[in-house]
């Protein structure tokens, strides 16, 4: 397995990832302005042909987030996940991040139960939320 940074030949590969995994798809034009911020943290995961897995960060100059996790179901159970988030926060370090933030719904058990192998703790924050558009 190989973790590198997007780039727009992947577009379509991950959006299958994304699909595959129940995941909403990002639209080209909402990646394309986050991809004006940090680039440097959307990562792919590949094995020797196709994206398995797929992470988008973000840093607001005070805290990470972790965006968008998804591996494709042929692929889970082999640690792709763990390594794109341990590459995700290997980079939010390099930037000075101090701290990262991450949404998981209250009804995935098994998404709460990953996170928190990894170390992040659940908080008691109440998620407030406004569409623009």
């Not at 940090?38 to 990562?43: C, G, I, K, S, T």
């Not at 995961?45 to 100059?61: I, K, P, R, S, W």
Request: net charge neutral; hydrophobic share 45%; proline share 7%.
């Amino acid at each position: 397995m190989r973790i590198r940074q997007f780039d727009w030949p992947d577009y379509e590969a991950v959006t299958a990832v994304w699909a595959a995994a129940a995941r909403e798809i990002v639209p080209r034009a909402e990646l394309e302005a986050k991809l004006t911020r940090d680039p440097e943290l959307f990562l792919v995961a590949l094995d020797e042909t196709a994206v398995t897995g797929v992470v988008m960060g973000t840093y607001d100059g005070r805290r990470g987030w972790i965006l968008r996790l998804a591996v494709h179901p042929g692929h889970r159970r082999q640690g792709i996940a763990s390594e794109l988030v341990a590459e995700l926060e290997r980079r939010f370090k390099a930037l000075g991040c101090p701290r990262v933030n991450l949404l998981v719904m209250p009804d995935n058990t098994a998404g709460l139960r990953f996170w928190q192998e990894l170390g992040y703790l659940p908080m008691p924050d109440v998620l407030c939320t406004k569409p623009l558009l």
